[in-house]
């Protein structure tokens, strides 16, 4: 058996040009860009109210792509006519630069008994391209259970109560639940210090153990407001024993005396604001949630008071702002909030 020779192999010189394609190819690639997220939208609600009453919602747009604008934002029930709810929203969105989001606020009426759940939808625009629309809902059901009231609020009416009947342009500093005496003798030295007056939304039971600090908090010029006694969710609550709640709560000093609900929850349902009525109070919600319950910090507090976010409005003229006595951050950045108000050119109710 013979082998076949050997085939000579010419070689033959590079170029320039292929030396520099041989160096591309033989280098690491570089990593590729992240891809841009998609626009998401999200709904924050409360958890619970009575059937018939009305739940505020806030609708959320974020990650809006370049070049696009929000459009339209708007709430509906999450299937149609779903136990004959409806919603209605406020006619202003808010930006929140920092989180690169849109809100607007909503409010979900419910119907029956039953669990609801409410989608929120963003019209992006952009010149030249077609629109995109973006949807979304929240992860926790919304609870409709407990008495029915009476009939639907209308939107004068919930402005009313959210506003704690404040019709002046000065933003009210609120405080609920209690605290301790170093949270709240601190709260009481920054509002001295700064001529504001708080209005001080504490339980019965709260008030009970705390006779010193109940009367500090006179002493010093500031309002009382009744919480109830031991903090139950209104919307369940029977007749008789909310008349008990509301008896034994502490007796307000504010002119209408007000009565703030719980968890909100009861707010915006006329069976409620009907027997409140007849034991001589006024509903009062909020219009600026600083979430302080939730142990948000100074600076996530004043982000929200001045930008607004996913579950706020930002503070505006006439506002009222609800904070707790017991949250963990509130007492020590309660200048930050009062120098964050100020800095939008708004003012606080004076002490005196």
């Known amino acids: ?3 076949s020779p050997l085939r000579r192999t010419r070689l033959v010189p590079l170029t320039a040009a292929a030396l520099t394609a041989l160096a591309l190819a033989a280098a690491p690639l570089a990593p590729a860009t992240a891809a841009r997220p998609a626009p998401t939208v999200s709904v924050s609600a409360a958890t619970r109210e009575a059937p018939g009453g009305t739940v505020p919602a806030v609708v959320t747009v974020k990650d809006v792509p370049p070049g696009y604008t929000v459009k339209s934002m708007s709430g509906a029930p999450a ?27 909503c409010y979900l009426r419910l119907g029956p008994a039953g669990d609801y ?15 995109l629309t973006v949807q979304g809902s929240h992860s926790r059901a919304i609870v409709s259970k407990g008495y029915r009231t009476p009939r639907a609020m209308s939107q004068a009416e919930i402005t009313t109560i959210a506003r704690c009947g404040n019709t002046s342009k000065d933003v009210w500093l609120t405080f609920d639940d209690g605290g301790s005496a170093a949270q709240i003798r601190s709260i009481l030295a920054t509002l001295k210090k700064n ?26 010029g500031h309002l009382l407001g ?21 008896d034994k709560g502490v007796k307000a000093t504010t002119k209408p005396a007000l009565l703030r609900p719980p968890y909100g929850a009861g707010s915006y349902n006329t069976r409620l604001t009907a027997l409140a009525r007849a034991q001589g109070c006024t509903v009062c919600r909020w219009t600026h949630d600083t979430s302080d319950w939730a142990g948000r910090t100074g600076a996530q507090m004043v982000e929200a008071l001045r930008y607004g976010n996913a579950s706020t409005a930002p503070v505006e003229a006439g506002g009222v702002v609800l904070m707790h006595g017991t949250a963990k951050h509130t007492s020590g950045s309660l200048q ?3 120098d964050t108000v100020r800095g939008k050119e708004l003012s606080l109710e004076r002490l005196r």
Request: a positive charge; charged letters at 20%.
């Open 1 to 3: 058996m013979t082998t």
């Open 117 to 131: 759940t409410m989608t929120g939808t963003a019209v992006l625009s952009k010149p030249g391209a077609r629109d």
């Open 226 to 246: 009744n919480h109830t006694y031991d903090h139950p969710s209104l919307e369940g609550v029977g007749d008789a024993e909310l008349r008990r709640q509301i």
């Open 195 to 220: 001529d504001v007056k708080g209005r001080f939304f504490m339980n019965g039971t709260w008030r009970d153990k705390n006779p010193t600090l109940m009367r500090e908090i006179t002493s010093a």
């Open 336 to 338: 930050a909030i009062i």
């Open 79 to 105: 299937t149609t006519n779903e136990h004959r709810s409806v919603v209605s929203c406020d006619s202003g969105t808010w930006h929140n630069p920092v989180q690169g989001t849109t809100s607007r606020s």
